[in-house]
C-alpha cells in the first residue's frame, strides 16, 4: 500500500493508513460590519431568529453581530463577514436605524414610541416610561431577546429618548 502526503501508518500497528490532513483553517472572525465599518454587537441565534423575515435556512453556524450605525442599511452580519441581513430582511423596524422617527418602536416587549414618550411629556412634563419599563421586567414581562432587534435590553435607548426630547421641550 503505498503513502501520500497526508497520510501515515496507523499508531494501532494494524498497518492501515491513517490520513492526517491538517485542520482546515478556522474562520476569521470580525467584529465590524463589512458596509459601515463600525464594531457589531453579538447577538444570540434566538434573536437572529426570531428578527429575519427571510427563510432560517439562509442561516450557517457562525456567530452574528448587529450593527447600530443609523446610515448603515445592514442590521446583522456574520462574524466572518461573508452574510449580511439589511433593514428589508428583517420583520421589525429597527430604532437604531430610524433614531429620528416618532412611530418606530423604542422599547419593543411594551411598544413605547418616541412619540408617545413625547406626548407624556407635553401632558405631565414628566415621564415615567422608565419606571414603567422596569416594573414590566420585574414582572417578568419582558422578552427583549426575540422582541428587541438588538438583542438585548431597551432601557439605555429609552433613557436616552427621554433625555433628548426633555432637552428638546425644555424652553
Known amino acids: 500500500m503505498g503513502e501520500c502526503s497526508c497520510c501515515s501508518a496507523d499508531r ?3 498497518g492501515d493508513m491513517v490520513c492526517q490532513l491538517p485542520a482546515p483553517p478556522a ?3 470580525i467584529a465590524d460590519c463589512p458596509v459601515s ?3 457589531g454587537k453579538k447577538v444570540s441565534t434566538t434573536t437572529i431568529k426570531s428578527m429575519l423575515a427571510v427563510s432560517l435556512t439562509a442561516l450557517r453556524q457562525v456567530d452574528y453581530l448587529f450593527c447600530d450605525q443609523a446610515d448603515c442599511p445592514v442590521v446583522y452580519f456574520s462574524a466572518d463577514g461573508a452574510q449580511t441581513f439589511t433593514t428589508a430582511e428583517v420583520r421589525e423596524r429597527v430604532f437604531q436605524k430610524e433614531r429620528a ?9 411594551f411598544q413605547h414610541t418616541p412619540s408617545a414618550i413625547r406626548a407624556e411629556l407635553l401632558e405631565t412634563g414628566q415621564s415615567t416610561v422608565v419606571e414603567r419599563i422596569t416594573a414590566g421586567i420585574q414582572a ?3 422578552g427583549c431577546d426575540v422582541r428587541n432587534p438588538q438583542g438585548s435590553c431597551c432601557l439605555g435607548n ?3 429618548v427621554v433625555k433628548r ?3 428638546q421641550l425644555t424652553p
Open 101 to 109: 422617527t416618532d412611530d418606530v418602536f423604542v422599547c419593543y416587549c
Open 12 to 14: 494501532a500497528g494494524t
Open 165 to 167: 426630547l426633555q432637552h
Open 37 to 39: 465599518g463600525r464594531r
Open 27 to 29: 474562520a476569521k472572525v
Open 158 to 160: 429609552v433613557s436616552g
Open 140 to 142: 417578568g414581562q419582558c
